[in-house]
């Protein structure tokens, strides 16, 4: 295949890339103790997109027809007027994979099951639980990709992940409580899930009470604020949101928009994290990028085009879904850094507010600037102690103007996995952040 591919390479055009991909993915669902599903999927194919007069992209599932998908395409980029301008990269030969404490393909199909039923059974215990899912999914993806400029790169990686959901029921009151773990690694980054804490949360919130709606000071949790600054931030500095006038933050480069507490990174070279790679989609390096600092907007996120477009350095953030998507500019592991203040610090400075925890969802209108996000429970903050728990919490406001009234950043950091959607591709992100404290307006749901 490689001199069909450095065939295609070295036709006429400002720039041409080509990438395969492998993956396999083994998912298996434990509903109620027993094995509901057990599914192997594989991915496999090509793609060759080329970029002169227009941006032309095609794929493939046979590789073997990538000449004939070039041919039908290679016309198509040199027909316009405007020409397509994009940023040169360093050229890089690399092979990379990542490494596993506990390799995948060493943990058998049995003993998959019977760490998910063991984890079931501890659900046994509490009378309260009438049902729980465990979905355990194992993925090694493997990349290759070759460019015009002389790039030539393999990577493969290892996805693990495990999500619980438990319900919880109570004479006519019905609950549920969720949780997902992974990473980039080996089995070893699943091996000690808490069950115990979705079981006592979903338990807990059948007794919970419902928020007094208004605007108040919060704490969030490391996994609502990771999400918050993902939706609420991350989208925002996505380089052709702004490009697209889809962005409150298109004109704030270089301007204060958050409190001088606040640092937030875009991380992709985070080991073991969610969105961790070795190079991106466009075959541009992982960096680490500072986004925020001390509340002053730092950076967009970029591909090849739009850092281009914006005269901005390029960031490595473009990235596909599979072979068969164009690279499009995405997050990777987007987090707030910790801070010094404790939570007993947090909880002192507030005589009635709410401590907020975990996320059910939301929404987000970057053009805007606004947001409405679910917490998954939280707790009455009375006098600087937390009192009881409450539950159907919805939190919303005006981006900026929240990120200015943060006034802690908890000494503690952590990350949560989860799939970003955007514009029909699902990839995988991590979320971060420590405890914060803030303001914004609380709801029931």
């Given at each position: 295949m490689e001199e069909i591919i450095y065939k295609i390479l070295s036709k006429d055009a400002k720039f041409i890339d080509i990438r395969f991909q492998e993956s396999n993915i083994e998912t298996i669902i434990l509903k109620d103790g027993k094995v509901e599903d057990i599914k192997f999927d594989k991915v496999l194919g090509g793609s060759v997109r080329i970029v002169d007069k227009k941006i032309s992209f095609a794929s493939v599932n046979d590789i073997k027809k990538l000449p004939d998908i070039f041919d039908r395409i290679y016309k198509t980029s040199r027909q316009g007027e405007e020409s397509i301008e994009i940023n040169i990269e360093e050229v890089y030969e690399d092979n990379k994979s990542v490494e596993e404490k506990i390799k995948l393909e060493d943990v058998d199909i049995e003993e998959r099951v019977n760490y998910l039923k063991e984890l079931y059974n501890k659900t046994k215990k509490y009378p309260e639980i009438i049902s729980s899912t465990l979905i355990l999914s194992f993925a090694t993806v493997r990349k290759h990709y070759y460019n015009s400029e002389g790039s030539k790169i393999f990577q493969e990686l290892k996805y693990v992940s495990l999500y619980a959901s438990c319900f919880s029921k109570k004479n006519d009151k019905l609950q549920v409580a969720f949780e997902r773990k992974g990473g980039i690694?080996?089995?070893?980054?699943?091996?000690h899930f808490d069950i115990d804490l979705v079981c006592e949360r979903a338990i807990r919130l059948l007794d919970a009470k419902k928020p007094k709606a208004g605007k108040y000071k919060v704490i969030l949790d490391p996994k609502l604020a990771g999400v918050f600054i993902h939706e609420a931030l991350g989208h925002a500095v996505e380089a052709d949101h702004v490009l697209r006038g889809e962005s409150i933050l298109k004109d704030k480069l270089g301007l204060k928009i958050g409190s001088e507490l606040l640092n937030v990174y875009d991380d992709a070279t985070l080991r073991n994290a969610y969105g961790f790679y070795f190079y991106d989609d466009e075959g541009v390096k992982a960096k680490r990028k500072i986004l925020v600092k001390n509340g002053i907007l730092k950076s967009f996120l970029t591909s090849r085009e739009t850092s281009k477009r914006l005269n901005l350095n390029l960031t490595g953030n473009a990235r596909a879904q599979n072979f068969s998507y164009l690279p499009i500019v995405r997050m990777s592991n987007t987090f707030i850094e910790r801070g010094d203040h404790s939570f007993e610090?947090?909880?002192?400075?507030?005589?009635?507010?709410?401590?907020?925890?975990?996320?059910?969802?939301?929404?987000?209108?970057?053009?805007?600037?606004?947001?409405?996000?679910?917490?998954?429970?939280g707790y009455v903050i009375e006098r600087g102690e937390i009192k009881?728990?409450?539950?159907?919490?919805?939190?919303?406001?005006?981006i900026v103007n929240v990120l200015k009234t943060i006034d802690a950043v908890g000494k503690d950091l952590d990350f949560h996995i989860g799939h970003c959607g955007k514009e029909s591709q699902l990839v995988p992100v991590s979320d971060g952040s420590p405890h914060i404290r803030?303001?914004?307006?609380?709801?029931?749901?």
């Open positions: 690694g080996g089995f070893e980054l699943v091996k610090e947090m909880l002192e400075d507030i005589d009635f507010g709410y401590y907020l925890i975990g996320s059910k969802g939301g929404e987000v209108d970057t053009t805007r600037g606004v947001f409405q996000f679910s917490a998954e429970e009881y728990p409450i539950r159907d919490i919805s939190m919303s406001g005006e803030c303001i914004v307006t609380v709801g029931g749901i």
